[in-house]
C-alpha cells in the first residue's frame, strides 16, 4: 500500500482568505511544495521511499527520490513547473533503496510513473522489454518502459492508432499499456512536453480532486483536502487525464461522467479517511489490504502458491515439524493457520506463544521449521523465540508486514503480508493478510511435499481468492453490527466460542473486545464451556459464536444452545444460508469455504470497535498498550 499524488496548477496559496496577511494574501506554495505536502499527508499509507517527478515547459522532466521518510525528500525547485506527480511507497517487491523509489521512468528520461499496487505479470512484461534498460527491482518499472514503446510508436496497436505516425499521444499510450497490465495499480503518468497528468486505476484506490484552476489526483483525498473538498471517485478501468481545472475520463475508451461529490470531514479527520479512528479504517481498508495480499501470488488454474520464497534442495520433503511462534493476535493468526499446515502440508505443526518457546529436547533441528508470525517485525518476544530457535539450529522463518525489520534480518526466509501500515494498535487487517499469507504458505508447502493434490489446492486457493469481495460484503453490514454493539454494551462480560477454525477466531474477537472497550471478554472451544465457564454464564454474559463452514458449526451451536439455555443472549457469525433460527442475532458470512471464519472475524472486529466506540474508548491508543512491544 503506497500513497501517490499528482497536481496541476500554478501552485496554491496557503493562508488565503480573511486570516491572510493583506500584502501577501498568504504563503505561495510551488507546485513541488504541493505535492510534497500531499505525500506528508498520505505518509500513512508508506514510509520507505518518497518522490516526486516535476514537469515544466523549459525545463523539461526532473525527478527526485530517495529511501527515507517524506520529510527526508529534497524537493527540486522547479520555478516553471506546472504539474507534478509524487509517491510514498510501502516496499512490496524489492527492498527499500533510493533506485526502489518511485517515480519509475522510461530509458531516455521523457516519461515518469508512480504507481500503487502490484504488476502481477511484471516479470513476463520485463523478458518481453529486454532491450530496455532497467534501473530498479520493483514491479512498476515495466510501465513507463511500456509507456516508451507506445509512445515511440513502437508497437502496432500505437501505429494503428497513429496512422502509422511515430509518436502516440500519453492518453492513448496509457489506455493501451493498461490493457497490457495484470494485477491491481493505481497509476499516475507524466511525460515531458506534455501538460497533463493521465492516470488509472484498477483494484487501488483512485479520486480526483476539482478545484477551479487546479486538479488533483491522489490514493486518498487527505492528500489534497485543504485545497479542494469537491473529488470524484475513480471506478475500476478508468482512465482519466487531468489539467488545470479540467477532468476527461475515459472507460473502455470512451467518454464518461463521474459524479462530483462534497467531502464534508472536518480537518482532523481527514488523516483518517473520515474515519473516527485508525482503527475503523484498517477494518474497512481489509478488501484492498488482501488484494495486495494475495496479487500474483495465486495460480489457481495450476493449484499451486508463488510466494517467492525458497527452501534448500529436499528440505519440505524431510521437514518433521513446523513451529509457529507469535503473540497476540499474530499467535491466533498462527492458531489458525497451524490447521491448515497440518491438513494441506501434511506437517505436525504447533504454535507457541513466543515469550514461552524453548527449542526443546527430543527434536530434530534440521528438520524443523521455526515460523515467526509477527506483524511489526521488532516484537522482543517474538525474535527472541527466532534467537533460541536459531541458536538450536532450526531453519527460522518469518512472516511480517515490515520490510527491513529486526525479524527479517536473523530468519533464514521471510514471506511479507503487505498489508501497508497499520496504526490502530489493535491489530486488524494485518490479521487477514496473515493468515491468508500463512494459508498460502501451507498450500505451497504442501504441493512442495507431495501432500496436496493439485484439485484440492485449486479449492483452497479459489476460497482465498473470493476472500477480499467476502470481507467487503461484511463491511456492508456494519449499521447491523453497531446495532447488536448498542443493544448489549453495557453486558456484564462477553464470551466467544468456536470449534476448529474457530476457535483461533473467537480468542482474538475476545481479545479485540477486551483490548479496546475495557470489558471483560474471553474465548473459548466451544466443547470446553461445559467444562468450567459455563458457569460464569447469565442473561447478562452474550455469547458471540462462530458458526461457518470450518468452524463444526453444528457441534458449536450444541453448545451455544446450552449458554442460550442458562439465559445467555447469543449472537452468531454464519455461512449464509444456514439455519440457526434460535440465534437472537445471526451474522451472514459469504461461501468461501476454509476461510469463513476469517471473513466472520471481521464482524468481531466491527463489534468490538462499536462497542468501544458507544463507550468512548481512545480505541486508537487504549490504555497500557503500544503498537510495537520492544521489550520483554
Ligand atoms: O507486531 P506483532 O505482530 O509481533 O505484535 C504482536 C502483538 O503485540 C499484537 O498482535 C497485539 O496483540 C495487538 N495489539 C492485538 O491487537
Request: charge should be negative; charged fraction near 25%.
Amino acid at each position: 500500500m503506497c500513497g501517490i499524488i499528482g497536481y496541476v496548477g500554478a501552485g496554491v496559496t496557503r493562508g488565503a482568505g480573511e486570516d491572510a496577511d493583506e500584502e501577501t494574501g498568504g504563503d505561495r506554495l510551488a507546485v513541488g511544495d504541493v505535492i510534497h505536502q500531499g505525500l506528508r499527508n498520505l505518509e500513512y499509507r508508506g514510509y520507505d521511499s518518497a518522490g516526486v517527478a516535476l514537469v515544466g515547459e523549459t525545463s523539461g522532466l526532473t525527478v527526485a527520490k530517495r529511501s527515507g521518510e517524506v520529510d527526508g525528500l529534497t524537493v527540486p525547485e522547479v520555478p516553471d513547473a506546472a504539474h507534478g506527480i509524487g509517491h510514498t511507497r510501502w516496499s512490496t517487491h524489492g527492498p527499500p533503496t533510493d533506485a526502489n523509489a518511485h517515480p519509475h521512468t522510461d530509458c531516455v528520461g521523457d516519461v515518469a510513473v508512480v504507481h500503487n499496487g502490484i504488476v502481477e505479470n511484471h516479470e513476463t512484461l520485463k523478458a518481453e522489454l529486454s532491450d530496455h534498460a532497467f534501473t530498479s527491482d520493483t514491479d512498476t518499472e515495466v510501465i513507463p518502459h511500456l509507456l516508451e514503446e507506445e509512445l515511440s510508436g513502437e508497437t502496432e496497436a500505437s501505429a494503428a492508432d497513429d496512422g502509422g505516425d511515430a509518436e502516440s499521444d500519453l492518453l492513448a499510450a496509457v489506455q493501451r499499456v493498461e490493457d497490457r497490465l495484470e494485477g491491481s495499480y493505481a497509476i499516475c503518468a507524466v511525460r515531458e512536453g506534455d501538460d497533463r497528468i493521465v492516470v488509472a486505476r484498477r483494484g487501488s484506490p483512485l479520486v480526483l480532486g476539482r478545484g477551479e484552476d487546479a486538479s488533483f489526483v491522489a490514493s486518498d483525498v487527505t492528500a489534497f483536502l485543504e485545497h479542494t473538498r469537491d473529488v470524484t471517485y475513480l471506478e475500476d478501468g478508468d482512465v482519466a487525464a487531468i489539467a488545470p481545472g479540467s477532468v476527461d475520463i475515459f472507460a473502455d475508451g470512451e467518454p464518461v461522467e463521474r459524479e462530483i461529490e462534497t467531502v464534508t470531514w472536518e480537518a482532523n479527520a481527514a488523516e483518517k479517511g473520515g474515519y473516527d479512528h485508525y482503527m475503523r479504517k484498517e477494518i474497512h481498508e481489509q478488501p484492498e489490504a488482501l488484494r495486495q495480499t494475495l496479487a500474483g501470488r495465486l495460480d489457481v488454474d495450476a493449484g499451486d502458491v508463488d510466494l517467492d520464497v525458497s527452501f534448500p534442495p529436499g528440505f519440505l520433503a524431510d521437514l518433521e515439524e513446523i513451529r509457529i511462534v507469535a503473540c497476540g493476535t499474530s499467535y491466533y493468526a498462527g492458531r489458525y493457520a497451524a490447521r491448515l499446515f497440518e491438513e494441506y502440508a501434511g506437517v505436525r505443526t504447533t504454535v507457541e506463544i513466543a515469550s514461552e518457546y524453548e527449542f526443546g529436547a527430543g527434536r530434530t533441528p534440521d528438520r524443523t521449521l521455526v515460523v515467526a508470525v509477527t506483524q511489526s517485525g521488532e516484537t522482543a518476544d517474538t525474535l527472541g523465540a527466532v534467537r533460541r530457535a536459531n541458536a538450536a539450529g532450526a531453519r527460522t522463518f518469518a512472516v511480517t508486514n515490515t520490510l527491513g525489520s529486526t525479524v527479517t534480518r536473523e530468519v533464514d526466509g521471510t514471506a511479507f503480508i503487505r498489508a501497508g501500515p497499520e496504526i490502530g494498535v489493535a491489530a486488524t487487517k494485518t490479521f487477514a493478510s496473515q493468515v491468508a499469507t500463512l494459508a498460502m504458505l501451507s498450500v505451497a508447502v504442501g504441493r512442495d511435499r507431495g501432500a496436496l493434490a493439485a484439485a484440492d489446492a485449486r479449492t483452497v486457493l479459489e476460497d482465498l481468492r473470493g476472500l477480499p469481495g467476502a470481507v467487503q460484503q461484511v463491511l456492508d453490514e456494519e449499521a447491523a453490527v453497531r446495532e447488536a454493539a448498542r443493544e448489549y454494551r453495557d453486558s456484564e462480560a462477553f464470551f466467544f466460542v468456536g470449534r476448529a477454525l474457530g476457535v483461533p477466531v473467537a480468542l482474538e474477537g475476545a481479545l479485540k473486545l477486551k483490548e479496546i472497550s475495557y470489558d471483560h471478554a474471553e474465548g473459548f472451544a466451544a466443547g470446553e464451556l461445559k467444562h468450567g465457564p459455563l458457569a460464569l454464564v447469565t442473561p447478562d454474559t452474550p455469547v458471540l459464536a462462530v458458526l461457518t463452514e470450518g468452524g463444526r458449526a453444528r457441534e458449536t451451536m450444541n453448545n451455544v444452545t446450552e449458554a442460550q439455555t442458562r439465559g445467555a443472549p447469543a449472537l452468531g457469525c454464519v455461512t449464509a444460508g444456514s439455519e440457526f433460527d434460535t440465534l437472537d442475532v445471526a451474522f451472514e458470512v459469504p461461501d468461501v469455504g476454509v476461510v469463513e471464519p476469517l471473513v466472520a472475524n471481521v464482524y468481531l472486529q466491527l463489534f468490538a470497535y462499536h462497542v468501544a466506540n458507544e463507550k468512548g474508548r481512545p480505541i486508537d491508543k487504549p490504555r497500557n498498550l503500544a503498537k510495537s512491544v520492544t521489550v520483554e
